[in-house]
């Protein structure tokens, strides 16, 4: 047989390993995953991830349209690293947080803080987790984050996003939406800032991301809390 009878057949070997090793090795390990786990009983303990909904995904989409992976990670490493510490998570993230992300926004980089358990309790409720965050994390810290970052964390490097608000004219009360900015901020007299559509669902999705969860296989099992006699 000469070389060329040779070529067809090894081109095709190699295409069958790559797809392999590229293809039916992750999704045999991630593709068959299942929001439970079942204990040596067979019983199922836990069933996590539920999958997003309404003004959340939505808000994925935009998260992902205005580039935010590009800045803000969503993977919170174990022990080799310091990402517990920082307060980004009480544990290290698994294949299971990211069954229903299509594909998951893990990011490029960490210009800014990872943001896995950014709608956490924990993230909202401790700002002294960061000393630039005197103010509770809420709905309303994030909506006035996105609009001028500055304003809330005063050496920020992330850019204003004041372009997903819009500024209108009263018209008889104020919008619950409408921004509270300090005074060199604040629009003019009887006008007020507030969220688009697109905004809100941003927020709305960033209040979602909580991955803290115990899980068997992050090498935290949730405990019952005790009976109160």
């Keep these: 047989m000469s070389r060329s009878?040779?070529?067809?057949?090894?081109?095709?070997?190699c295409f069958a390993v790559s797809f392999g090793i590229a293809v039916y090795a992750p999704h045999s390990?991630?593709?068959?995953?299942?929001?439970?786990f079942k204990d040596e009983d067979g019983l199922i303990t836990d069933v996590y991830p539920v999958a997003q909904g309404g003004n959340a995904a939505t808000g994925r989409e935009v998260y992902i349209a205005q580039g935010c992976q590009s800045c803000h990670s969503q993977v919170v490493r174990g022990?080799?690293?310091?990402d517990i510490d920082r307060g980004w998570g009480v544990r290290r993230t698994v294949a299971r947080d990211y069954i229903f992300e299509a594909p998951p926004v893990l990011g490029a980089s960490r210009i800014g803080p990872d943001l896995t358990n950014v709608g956490s309790e924990k993230w909202r409720n401790e700002p002294e987790n960061d000393t630039?965050?005197?103010?509770?994390?809420?709905?309303?810290?994030?909506?006035?984050?996105l609009y001028y970052p500055?304003?809330?964390?005063?050496?920020s490097?992330?850019?204003s996003y004041a372009y997903l608000f819009e500024e209108r004219k009263i018209s008889g009360h104020p919008s619950t939406d409408a921004l509270v900015l300090p005074a060199n901020l604040a629009p003019k007299a009887g006008f007020e800032i507030v969220p688009s559509a697109d905004a809100k669902a941003l927020v709305s999705y960033l209040a979602s991301l909580n991955r803290s969860s115990p899980l068997k296989e992050a090498g935290v099992i949730a405990v019952a809390a005790p009976v109160k006699k």
């Design 5 to 13: 009878g040779f070529f067809f057949p090894s081109l095709l070997a």
């Design 29 to 36: 390990q991630l593709g068959a995953l299942v929001p439970s």
């Design 79 to 82: 022990n080799e690293s310091a």
């Design 132 to 145: 630039l965050r005197p103010e509770k994390r809420d709905r309303a810290w994030q909506l006035k984050h």
């Design 150 to 155: 500055k304003a809330v964390v005063k050496d």
């Design 157 to 159: 490097n992330m850019p």
